[in-house]
């Protein structure tokens, strides 16, 4: 279930699960004229095999370059500085670091949309306006897995309809503005499962859509992961699709993985004061209307300016003056459940099991 | 789009039906022409003999008619072909244009292929190069290139090539070839002579170009779809020219349209300067000299052109961009 990253104690956790992608201490900067802003700062974790895996947070905080840096496309002046990103085909074979690939090279194009492919938050922009659905859809099988332009196309055909789309042949010869919002997602889905990939990095793939295609979609996610058994990087800011989609979670928060837990601790039993905040800010049902939605308050730093210690503790509720703006929280394995990561001072002590701060209590 | 095509040359025929009398108008406003230039000659030389020549002359071009019926008379020779009589040259219209127009097209062709040639290629390679040395330097050309007027450049590679290629300069043809009938060595010495002019027209034409290509490309590769076909596993050529360039072609395109009248017109400076035997000298020489006929030949000709470059350049953006699709 949840993953053995964020390393210290390690192989604790019993048997080390497969994993599809493993990312070690990944970091990302940007330089810029104006300075250099850490978009990642050493971030682990593990996509367990046939799981899916959500990263959620808010805007900046490295979510979709995380996504990016697997298949190293993060768009200059990004580079990635340091990490290792393994990747452990599913037939049983050694990991491989993909950072170790040139970047433009054969060996990491070969990887990118067959062995991992990736659809991204703009469904209105991420096909190319000249090509017909079917052209960018066979080109990726063209390139992976026959070279037969007859074979290509049936195979696309085929995808499509595995997407749903009600007559696959006329939407292979369809050009993308022919299509709906929902429409193009699917053919977007249907583009990056055509060469069955390991792992699909989906990068808020629903977010620009209205609630009853976006339900649809992730119907169709799930359904499609289970055939083919693939894992999913689902990255996004929807807590509520976070709950219906994950089997685990990572909460980052400026470039950093603040908690990483499954699903159901994330949302029970939230450690950290940030995801704590995260909950509390969407809004419920049945809750008294006059009540005012909570809010965290303050907004994310500048991302040229470093913060010391902590990130978070400039908005942090439960801030502890002299060691949350001092010192830097490691990763911890909290002791009542090992595979549940957070990145605060507040569990230092690892000996007492339940820690009571103005935090614990959850509102669910 | 059979439909749109049909609408729109309906549209071409009226608005070069408007153009031709407006052109008309305002050309028989300008007093005097080039035939009282020739009148005021045969006068000078007296005698009955020349009055009755000067009679002749009015009644011949109609001189003494109003606005309207020389208008009609223009317009029902033109329907059948003939575009008047050059008062200065004492030649048929259509004759005079037809003699230059080749050179002229040939020139223009080849500065335009010339330009489509660098310009993409040199706009690609520094809108992936970015900030990078080569793209500084590409830069710098381009704003000599848009900065130095044509005539001063035409001037320089005329002392260039005579001094270092030691090649015969001005002119298209070599003395030996200038009446010579058509042969390979002609044609050869045609060519010899044709890089200066052409490096010169195309010369700003290709500095703008590859600065639009450049800005554009630079937007297009920011759009989700250059990354989503990344993130496929394409070659990068592939990303760049299959992907990329297909969407930043379109203000390239859009000039086109422009381009035709240019193509007869454009080169005037340099053809003087170089003493080239093109349409433009020709076209300058019908406005100053009031040759009424040479002159509106020239301007419904060139009018022609820009609303057939228009449509041509409307129907190949369609044909670039499927969005784009005439109802």
């Known amino acids: ?364 | 789009m059979v439909n749109y095509v049909l609408r729109r040359l309906l549209y071409m025929v009226v608005t070069l039906f408007f153009i031709s009398i407006i052109g008309f108008f305002i050309i028989n406003l300008v007093p005097g022409s080039a035939l009282d230039a020739r009148i005021n000659q045969l006068r000078a030389q007296g005698g009955e003999v020349s009055y009755q020549e000067i009679e002749s002359l009015k009644a011949r071009y109609g001189l003494n008619d109003p606005i309207p019926v020389k208008y009609w008379k223009w317009v029902s020779g033109v329907v059948h072909g003939d575009f008047g009589e050059s008062f200065t040259y004492q030649e048929p219209v259509g004759s005079l244009i037809w003699s230059r127009i080749g050179f002229s097209v040939l020139l223009s062709s080849f500065a335009l292929i010339f330009t489509w040639v660098v310009a993409i290629p040199v706009g690609v390679y520094s809108a992936t190069h970015r900030y990078t040395v080569p793209d500084y330097v590409i830069t710098l050309i381009q704003f000599i290139g848009v900065a130095v007027p044509d005539f001063l450049m035409a001037l320089i590679l005329l002392v260039v090539a005579s001094k270092f290629f030691h090649t015969g300069v001005g002119g298209l043809f070599s003395q030996q070839y200038q009446n010579a009938p058509w042969s390979w060595a002609r044609v050869g010495n045609l060519l010899s002579h044709m890089w200066i002019p052409v490096i010169v027209i195309a010369a700003s034409a290709t500095a703008w170009t590859t600065r639009v290509m450049r800005a554009n490309l630079l937007d297009v590769l920011n759009q989700q779809y250059v990354q989503t076909a990344r993130a496929k596993g394409l070659r990068e050529a592939v990303v760049i020219w299959k992907h990329a360039v297909r969407n930043a072609l379109h203000p390239l395109i859009m000039t086109l349209g422009s381009l035709l009248p240019s193509l007869i017109s454009g080169e005037v400076i340099v053809s003087i300067v170089l003493n080239l035997p093109t349409t433009g000298p020709l076209y300058i020489s019908s406005l100053i000299n009031k040759d009424m006929y040479l002159a509106i030949t020239f301007l419904m000709a060139l009018s022609i052109l820009l609303v057939v470059g228009n449509l041509l350049a409307d129907l190949l953006l369609a044909w670039v961009d499927p969005r784009i699709r005439y109802e």
């Open chain 1, 1 to 364: 279930m949840a993953s053995t990253a964020m390393s210290p104690v390690r192989g604790q956790a019993g048997q080390a699960e497969d994993f599809v992608i493993r990312v070690e201490d990944l970091r990302v900067e940007f330089r810029t004229p104006i300075g250099v802003s850490s978009a990642l700062d050493g971030i682990t974790f593990e996509v367990p095999r046939g799981k899916t895996l959500g990263v959620v947070g808010e805007s900046g905080c490295g979510k979709s370059v995380t996504g990016l840096a697997i298949l190293q496309l993060v768009p200059l002046p990004g580079i990635i500085t340091s990490g290792r990103v393994l990747f452990r085909p599913h037939d049983g074979s050694e990991a491989i670091n993909l950072l170790e690939y040139e970047r433009m090279g054969a060996d990491m194009r070969g990887t990118r949309g067959k062995n991992i492919s990736m659809i991204f938050q703009e469904p209105m922009t991420s096909l190319n306006p000249c090509y017909t659905v079917g052209n960018q859809i066979k080109e990726a099988i063209l390139l992976h897995q026959t070279k037969n332009h007859k074979e290509a196309k049936e195979r696309a055909i085929d995808i499509l309809q595995k997407v749903g789309m009600p007559n696959p042949e006329r939407i292979f010869g369809s050009y993308p503005h022919e299509l709906s919002g929902g429409m193009r997602q699917r053919a977007m889905i249907a583009m990056g499962l055509s060469c069955t990939p390991d792992l699909l990095i989906a990068d808020e793939p629903t977010t620009a859509l209205d609630v009853t295609t976006e339900a649809n979609i992730l119907e169709l996610m799930r359904e499609l992961q289970q055939e083919i058994g693939m894992s999913i990087m689902f990255i996004t800011h929807n807590l509520g699709v976070v709950a219906q989609m994950c089997d685990d979670v990572a909460v980052m928060y400026l470039g950093r993985i603040v908690e990483q837990a499954s699903v159901e601790e994330i949302f029970y039993d939230p450690k950290h004061p940030y995801t704590i905040s995260l909950l509390r800010s969407i809004p419920r049902l049945g809750t008294n209307r006059k009540e005012h939605l909570e809010v965290i308050r303050g907004s994310v730093p500048d991302p040229y300016t470093r913060v010391s210690g902590c990130p978070f503790h400039p908005r942090c509720p439960s801030f502890m003056p002299g060691i949350c703006d001092k010192v830097y929280p490691e990763a911890l394995h909290l002791p009542s459940s090992p595979q549940h990561l957070v990145r605060c001072h507040l569990y230092n002590d690892l000996n007492h099991q339940e820690v009571a701060t103005s935090s614990g209590d959850k509102s669910s």
